[in-house]
């Protein structure tokens, strides 16, 4: 089956740092992914994972080399279309959750929406609606720090899908969670989450979640040292 191209990656590099000091983040990536396939990133600390990430999501521009997503080099939008582009084509679920509390899970969720200027009460029932799909299903009202650790990272992806976007981001989504929880988490994602309209990338350093990735990319010294296919 053809697999459609969600995104394009050609020799990427970033440095930082002037002169002598002057230091390669990433260099010269290059790298494709799907749409329907979740996709781990990973590597030791200072391997580049974080730049690499930040460059093919329209964070950071890159030095040279190009990034296309569903066929538009996102780096010859301007300003303003790549804060647009974010907003709707991309989903972040962040390491520590950032999750508002003094906001309610569904006002937490909401946000992105908020965001895109769309009616209060509208935003709020896709939020139970988002809640719903993560298995949340009638607590929207309650603050977070009622909810366990692994309740909390639901949320953040119930926040990060509310919207629909087509690339879904988690960065480092097991480290605060213990290996059970995590690897549930990991597994409802591939199940629930992942659908042939969305392309799904994960940084980890968390290996007992490897078996639920389609390919594996391992970075290392700012380059790709591997593409590791997991399941067919």
Request: net charge negative.
């Amino acid at each position: 089956m053809n697999q459609v191209e969600a995104i394009v990656a050609e020799g990427v590099t970033k440095s930082f740092g002037e002169g002598e000091a002057r230091m390669t983040a990433v260099d010269h990536a290059t790298f494709v992914a799907h749409f329907g396939e979740m996709v781990f990133i990973v590597g030791p600390s200072g391997s580049g994972k974080t730049t690499f990430l930040s460059m093919i999501s329209g964070i950071l521009r890159p030095d040279s080399g190009s990034v296309k997503v569903k066929g538009v080099d996102i780096w010859t939008m301007t300003k303003d279309q790549l804060a647009d582009f974010r907003l709707n084509t991309i989903g972040f679920v962040f390491q520590d959750y950032h999750l508002f509390p003094r906001l309610t899970t569904a006002e937490n969720i909401a946000i992105p929406l908020i965001l895109k200027q769309q009616n209060w009460n509208a935003s709020i029932t896709a939020a139970e609606q988002s809640l719903s799909v993560v298995g949340l299903k009638g607590r929207g009202g309650i603050l977070p720090i009622k909810l366990s650790g692994g309740e909390q990272q639901r949320v953040a992806i119930a926040r990060a899908i509310v919207g629909s976007p087509e690339i879904l981001i988690l960065d480092e989504p097991t480290a605060s969670l213990d290996g059970d929880t995590g690897k549930m988490i990991i597994a409802f994602v591939k199940e629930k989450v992942l659908n042939p309209q969305r392309c799904i990338l994960i940084v980890t350093h968390d290996n007992r979640i490897n078996e639920y990735a389609d390919r594996i990319l391992h970075m290392e010294d700012g380059r790709i040292t591997a593409l590791e296919q997991r399941t067919q």
